[in-house]
């Protein structure tokens, strides 16, 4: 018998789970997050220390931060704040925090130094800072469609290249402690988020699975194709792979039984959970 799926789909909610299971959230008054995105993790973590604690969520994108801080007023969550700041030059005093966390931020950075040293300097004596970091790239194999394999796996591949054409490293979480112990971190614990999606696992409910098709088949925005360009992905191939992804959401849409016998199996990519110790 094959027990009911547990871990949640959503990365930000398998991150807040490690998270806690690393971290003392109850002795936590002051939590930053750098690099925030639409605040799914902010919101988590807010829920964590709710009645002892705020959470003060930082991010380039203005655009971004309003839909985080309208998301988080609809599922009532008051204590956290969305404000405007960059990662490498924090607007916040020294020994501040008892949490700072960044999530696939260093990856797209690069300055990366830069913001580490920031993280360490507004983190108080005896506080933790939280580095979660891709190690690798996602991967799929389709075996109703070796043409949507290979284009899936072209398509991350580029995604790869296109950082790295522009300077930052996809796989900066490899060098996570040693940059973490360049800026004087010796107590570090790692751990890992790793999401497998099999289209057929018996565990997965039909929203889960049209969640995926749907990010799929989502249009990507022009920075991204511009990114994908820079990586050796034409902008013919990528409309191809979003068609077939199109058709098989369709078809899922239009049977939730249609893809039971399907062998589709996604890997994302791994993401490594360090939390270091700030020494007192």
Same mark, same amino acid.
């Given at each position: ?37 639409? /605040? ?85 004596? /005896? ?34 290249? /296109? ?6 490293? $996809? ?15 010796? $107590? ?6 790793? $999401? ?64 039971? /016998? ?19």
């Amino acid at each position: 018998m094959i027990r009911e799926r547990r871990i949640p789909s959503d990365k930000s909610a398998e991150l807040a789970r490690v998270l806690e299971t690393l971290i003392d959230f109850d002795r936590a008054s002051t939590v930053v997050e750098v690099g925030c995105g639409r /605040g799914r993790l902010a919101r988590l973590m807010a829920r964590l220390i709710q009645g002892h604690g705020h959470v003060h969520a930082l991010d380039t994108s203005k655009e971004v931060l309003g839909l985080a801080a309208r998301k988080a007023r609809a599922a009532g969550v008051s204590n956290v704040t969305f404000e405007v700041g960059d990662a490498c030059r924090l607007r916040l005093p020294e020994n501040s925090a008892d949490v700072v966390v960044c999530s696939s931020l260093l990856c797209s950075l690069t300055e990366v130094d830069a913001a580490v040293r920031e993280m360490v300097r507004v983190t108080r004596s /005896g506080g933790v800072i939280v580095i979660a970091e891709p190690a690798g790239e996602q991967r799929c194999y389709d075996p109703d469609s070796r043409r949507f394999t290979y284009l899936s796996n072209k398509l991350n591949s580029a995604f790869t290249r /296109g950082w790295k054409r522009r300077g930052a490293d $996809q796989h900066v979480g490899l060098r996570v402690p040693e940059i973490l112990m360049r800026h004087g971190i010796r $107590q570090i614990a790692a751990e890992v988020v790793c $999401q497998v999606f099999l289209m057929n696992d018996p565990r997965r409910t039909p929203e889960d699975i049209e969640a995926q098709l749907e990010a799929e088949s989502s249009p990507l925005p022009e920075s991204t194709m511009g990114l994908l360009g820079q990586g050796g992905m034409t902008r013919g191939e990528v409309r191809e792979h979003h068609a077939i992804a199109r058709r098989r959401l369709a078809n899922f849409t239009a049977s939730r039984d249609a893809l039971a /016998g399907s062998g589709y199996l996604r890997v994302m990519s791994p993401l490594i959970v360090f939390v270091g110790r700030v020494s007192e």
